[in-house]
């Protein structure tokens, strides 16, 4: 047995991605959520897919659903504190819905796991996630408020509601295809100015999107 720390063995070596013991932990209850079921996996088979014994598992996670939240920020955060950035910055609103939507999709396609799966999960109406309900709706309402911003020559009624849910279709293909599907990183964001009728520049947008997420530090990526 090799050492996670004092007084935690570890039963085997070590088999899961991650840096640290709560990355690995992470990783774990990612694939099995994603593919086994939230409701049916256990902290028990956490801690056995990752090699370690379930007391040690409770060291860095209280409860089930403390992985569970943790891993839901991991998909909200990144994408949340540029949609606030973007508020500061001078880019127009097409550009800054672009980066935004570009961003988040390469997130949610990058992802090992299908993580985005998760949201639909019946768990997370409890009072337990409420802060991150919020979180995800502070993300949706940056998202239409760029969308409201933009002037097109024709805008759909209610059409500022969609680009949102279009950002998050990648979480269904990927249940569909089993993989992150190819190129729509960008396909959807272009998809997102054409259907709020804007019909300008795209190409011209899309590497003014790829400068704005330079200059804020974030990887387009």
């Not at 209850?29 to 956490?46: D, N, Q």
């Not at 040690?56 to 949340?80: C, N, Q, R, V």
């Not at 569909?176 to 599907?181: F, H, K, L, V």
């Not at 190819?182 to 400068?211: F, K, N, T, Y």
Request: charged share 25%.
């Amino acid at each position: 047995m090799t050492q996670l720390g004092p007084g935690r063995p570890r039963l085997g070596p070590r088999r899961r991605q991650g840096q640290t013991p709560r990355a690995e932990i992470l990783d774990a209850a990612a694939e099995l959520f994603t593919t086994k079921g939230y409701a049916s996996t256990s902290t028990r088979g956490i801690a056995d897919a990752v090699g370690i014994r379930q007391a040690s598992l409770y060291h860095h996670f209280a409860a089930k659903d403390d992985i569970l939240d943790a891993l839901l920020d991991e998909t909200i955060t990144g994408p949340l504190e540029l949609a606030r950035a973007l508020r500061a910055d001078p880019a127009p609103p097409e550009v800054a819905l672009y980066a935004l939507a570009l961003f988040d999709v390469r997130q949610l396609c990058a992802a090992r796991w299908n993580l985005g799966a998760l949201y639909l999960l019946p768990e997370l109406r409890a009072p337990r996630f409420e802060s991150f309900r919020h979180r995800r709706d502070e993300l949706r309402g940056h998202y239409e408020e760029l969308s409201g911003r933009i002037e097109a020559a024709t805008v759909p009624p209610t059409a500022h509601v969609l680009p949102f849910r279009l950002v998050e279709s990648v979480i269904n293909i990927r249940s569909d295809e089993g993989a992150a599907p190819s190129r729509a990183h960008q396909l959807i964001p272009d998809a997102i100015l054409h259907m709020l009728g804007w019909h300008g520049d795209v190409e011209g947008v899309r590497v003014a999107a790829e400068d704005v997420l330079s200059r804020l530090s974030l990887p387009a990526r």
